[in-house]
């Protein structure tokens, strides 16, 4: 894939995110109004991307059973996401943690819009989070206001001290510093996310 190819491949696939983010249907007054916040930072948002570096993190080992599930889940998001899903820049930026092994491995994100994005914004953080099957993505916080949109995937989801299962299509809200943390089981969970207010600030276990 040549350079303008990735380029065109790499918009395809936040134009479909952004379609699927702005979803009214799963969204509460509140992440409405976040939705909306949200649109008009990412509107302003650099129009070129800069080319996505590989970063070849073993997250990606698990892309064709997600973009298998996807498929069936999310169709439009997985047509996009299938040609970029490799190249794209997945990471994992937490401290290890004795009682967690593996967690860096199993867990990860990549930032397709931000202040380190292929798209460059100091406003606004967009892009995906995946968390593999069996894996506890364990409490923790950021001052960033955060949105997640569910594309696939039936999570254990905890926000401050109540814990439910959420489906796809669903919108979360987690306010500055929030306490949250998720859980899946035999399905991995593929989510879209945004952070807004201080995007600087990195996510810490609390
Ligand atoms: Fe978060």
Redesign the pocket.
Known sequence: MNADDESIRLLDLVSALRRAFADPAGADAAAHDEIGRVEALLAAATAVPNPARPTHHPLTKQLPAVLDLASRQAPDIAAALRPVAAHLPWRYGYAPRDDAPGLDAAMGWTELIGPLAPIVSREVCFGLTLIGPHTHYLP?R?PAV?LYRILVGHPHWTMGSTTSSRTPGEATL?DSNVV?AMRTESEPLLAIYSWTGDVDTP?AWA
Request: no cysteine; aromatic share 0%.
């Open positions: 923790h950021h955060e987690h949250h996510s």
